[in-house]
């Protein structure tokens, strides 16, 4: 009869003083790989959980599941029907077993309340086969890596009579060829008629596995799309609803020696071999995928993961990064890639996160924090970066995903340094929020600040850097000059190497 | 901060509310200079180890060792002035004696401060347990000391600093407005202070802002030991003595403080003058009770009720404001 | 095999069979059976508090209110005995009650307002005993009935040593083995045990996995003060006498054998075995240092050596072995 595995139509939620979904209808075929997009706020988690009947929709809105309607949908009804979500964190228990984890729900829905350790292996095993996968069923999941949790995580899935698969951002934190693999469980998924929706942001991703691309923007449907109609642009553009036009810009290097430069620095596991000039006033980008260990080298340079071996030269001395402190006291200033967790605290407020970087410069002649300077400093670096917050006082979590990123800039920014290594500053940002963070990393290279730009976006690199590094596996592979070469050769090396 | 003066003036309220309570209990008895005199006395002791616990507390950490600290600190300063002050001991050697033991007994206390804070900040072992062990240790030190005998029998300049009156004012009132203005001085206009705060709300994030985490938490809870042994010379001069089992349920009492003070159990918020407030609205309550002759045991219990009523108010209110901002 | 060495209770028991020879080398009366019998009997109440804090601390939380549990309930049985006569139903039915009555109070503070157990129990703690003491008058009691006393001197077998003295398997230590036997069930063999541990792992992961975690904590604080109303009986038949201020106090002894044994404080660790282990190794110590002739006076001190190094060491070792979650696999 009809292909159509689930549809929903005039979905609308409100919550107070925002309207997350607006009308918005969607579809999802029987054994389609269909992929979810759109800036932050544009809905996705709200579509989701409506989807898995965590949350309750508005109004009038009509559901069709599998041929059967429903009226008054709940999270229940959505397991009945074979629908499963795996989130960002998996959801999976660290401490148990990984036979425990996946056979788990199924016992409970059984609602069995002995436990036969056989039945367990054999439902864990039956998973696993079901997807070709072989992971030790004793192993505590806290033992195994990522990738391999998130396998666990969608067998999990398969124990019961799963028809779609719903996983909320399942690849940011896999290396290419994990990702690879996955796809392919996907598609063998798919194989055995089971669907699967994908929340992703990693367009590049969303345009290889997804069969059809639905976009959100601003709580309502943009469209669907066969996703061999797009491409990158044109999902941008869906996105954002602006054409977004990259201006490329070449900084002034500022100085006939190196500020900073690396010298066969190696680290078993994390780099190898790593030689490196960096300029004054220059913007260095290094790109590549994750796991081929940039941010375990800025991290070297930052003092947190000293590297075994090698040299560290600031401005032709040898010197020694060790800690922190050793970094920042050569003026070396980290941006975290983890903006939640490692650059801001969340629930404390503005001022106290700008002034973290800096408490020692804030000292009265007694050596207590002088509340004027400490004032002066705040108001300061909020003026400077166009931070919009209600008031010093409010928590940083507060803030819109582009100020919080301003506020990480602003503690660094504020401490003078030589040279600020920024790890992936917009991932996570809306588009026009991006360029304006571009903007100020931009003025800071003019002030002769020399830039190392982390990222795994080529666009970004290639439009912001003077020269652009390649890593792969530890190992930088070309380093290329940005007014030579195209995003496309770039682009094409990180394929082909991986 | 909006937030933080409307809990201060919250506290203020219960305080009003808790004298005029005491009023209509207690009539006349309570508002005797007598009565406030012995409030002034007693307080100073609680509240220097409510200081104490409440500096762990905003980094998210808990010090159990602080009622044990200051009783072994309390036994050696005791172990030198009744060992080494004999009666015919002259007035220049008796002054050093006492300083020499009371010195001793701060650097015992500020020692096991070290100990505790290695332990946290290098090791990695989690403030409970931590603090457990050295509790244990501790105690069991005093008991070796003591023998389970109390140790008394202090000369008149220690016995000065429990009991004596400075212009009018008893000492240890003195001693307590020396400590708590310390304590937020430090808590609020130094880089370890505010460094405290971050660490008991994100340690990560912190650590990544080039604070040195380690050497703030080794201060928090060498700060915590020092004056729990400020507290120790307090209380053994008041109460003449020292032995191996004092204040047990002072540790209830500390972490009540602070918690009613406006100290979050997960950190990083809290401030000087929530607790002090808080200290005088539980010494007016205590006082009370101990006017109507209530039972010291039933005293613990409603110190217990009241901890629990505190946290549960706390939390209807945070559901309240939760409401609201959605 | 290669796995039980690199978990935590091999090296507790590495320790327990070297203090173990040391202490025989000084005194050999250590080893014999009439000893060690003796002291799974006295150890028994503290053992039986011990079930009760595992299961606490792999829920993800904390309890030292136990002891005060027991004290109550305690003292309501000898009441109701001296009173009113009774059976040995009775004796552990009173006690049982009460103590899942006062467990479940600290259950629902903690779920329904969300306080730390920490703090919660610190005060019910508190609240407990000041409230017995009060009531009681702090009277020690005495005259429990004669059967109470012939109950406690049950022998599952009887042997006699030397000196005519008689000794053998007391009945205390075999209740303790059932409720070892029944909690390792509980642990391994039924959801709500899996339940409990996946509570403690990850508390979210939990509620949407689909586990009722209400009645998961409930279960637990109830089952802690279930074992602590036990182990109150066990610790009357062993004195024959109830004090008020005979057991409060010895929570941290619990609490580090316990932890000694490999249960976290973070939750979603620890195991029956790692538990006997622990209170083995308190046990032991003690009696050790009686036989070595140790003044009992440096038992604190000791206690607190061992606590320390131990859970330093285990910090140590989960270091080393957390893994990296992403690997670069350099060329």
Known sequence: MTDVFLSMKNISKRYVGVQALDGVDFEIKKGEIHCLVGENGSGKSTLIKIISGAVEPDDSVEIMIDGQPFQNYQAIDSIHKGIEVIYQDLSLFPNLPVAENIALSQLISKGDRLINWKDIHSIAEKAMGRIGVKIPLDALVEEIAIADQQLVAICRALTSDVKLLIMDEPTSSLTKKEVDALFAVVKDMQSHGIATLFVSHKLNEVLQIAERVTVLRDGKRVGTFLSNELDDEKLTMLMTGKKVVYSKYLAEIQGERPLLEGKNLSKRGNFKDINFKLYPGEILGITGLLGSGRTELALALFGVNPADSGEILFEGRQVEIHFIQDATRLGISYVPENRLVQGLIMQQPVQENLILTILSRLLNRLGLIDSQKMQDSVQKWVNELAIKVPSLDSPVQTLSGGNQQRVVLAKWIATAPRILILDGPTIGIDVAAKSAIHEIIRNLAKEGIAILLISDEVPEVFHNCNRIIVMHKGRFIAEYDAAKTSIEEIQNLINLSS | ?326 | MKKFFSRHEAYVLLVIIILSIIITIINPSFITLENLLDLFKSYSYLGIFAVGVLFVLISGGIDISFSAIATVAMYAMAVYLIRFGGNIFLTFLIPAVIGIMLGMINASIIYFFNIPSIITTIATLNIYYGILVVLSGGKWLYGLPDWFRQFAELRVFTLTNSEGGRYGLSIITVMWFVILLIAWVILRYTLLGRGIYAMGGSPSSAKRAGFNTLFQQMFVYSFMGLMAGIAGIVHAMLVQTVAPNAIVGKELDVLAAVVLGGASLTGGTGSIFGTVLGIALIAILSNGMTLMRIPSFWYNVIIGLVVIISVSFSVYRRRQRKRRTIFVEVE
């Not at chain 2, 010195?103 to 457990?132: D, F, K």
């Open chain 2, 1 to 326: 901060m909006y937030r933080k003066f409307s809990e201060s003036v919250i506290l203020v309220f219960v305080m009003v509310g808790a004298l005029l309570l005491m009023w209509i209990v207690n009539g006349g008895d309570f508002f005797q200079s007598a009565n406030f005199q012995s409030m002034a006395f007693q307080l100073p002791e609680l509240g220097i180890l409510s200081l104490a616990m409440m500096v762990t507390m905003l980094t998210a950490g808990i010090n159990l060792s602080i009622i044990a600290s200051a009783n072994i600190s309390g036994i050696i300063a005791a172990i030198i002035l009744t060992q080494l002050i004999k009666p015919e001991t002259a007035g220049l050697s008796e002054a050093l004696i006492i300083l020499l033991a009371i010195l001793a007994g701060l650097s015992v206390a500020a020692l096991i401060g070290l100990l505790n804070g290695l332990l946290i900040a290098i090791v990695g072992v989690s403030p409970i347990l931590a603090t457990l062990g050295t509790m244990i240790l501790m105690n069991g030190f005093a008991i070796v000391l003591t023998k389970g005998y109390v140790i008394s029998g202090f000369p008149e300049p220690v016995r000065f600093i429990g009991n004596g009156l400075v212009l009018g004012i008893p000492m240890p009132i003195i001693l307590f407005a020396i400590c708590a203005a310390v304590m937020a001085l430090v808590l609020n206009r130094t880089p370890t202070g505010v460094s405290i705060y971050m660490i008991g709300s994100n340690p990560i994030a912190t650590f990544f802002s080039g604070v040195n985490t380690r050497t703030v938490l080794i201060r928090t809870y060498l700060l915590s030991g020092l004056y729990a042994g400020i507290a120790a010379i307090i209380m053994i001069s008041r109460f003449n003595s020292a032995k191996a089992d004092y204040g047990e349920s002072y540790l209830l009492m500390t972490v009540l403080a602070s918690v009613l003070g406006g100290v979050s159990a997960a950190g990083g918020f809290g401030r000087v003058s929530g607790l002090v407030i808080a200290l005088v609205i539980l010494q007016i309550v205590s006082s009370g009770l101990n006017l109507m002759r209530v039972n010291n045991f039933l005293t613990i219990a409603i110190w217990g009720m009241i901890l629990i009523l505190v946290m549960v108010v706390k939390y209807l209110a945070d559901q309240v404001q939760r409401r609201r901002a959605v």
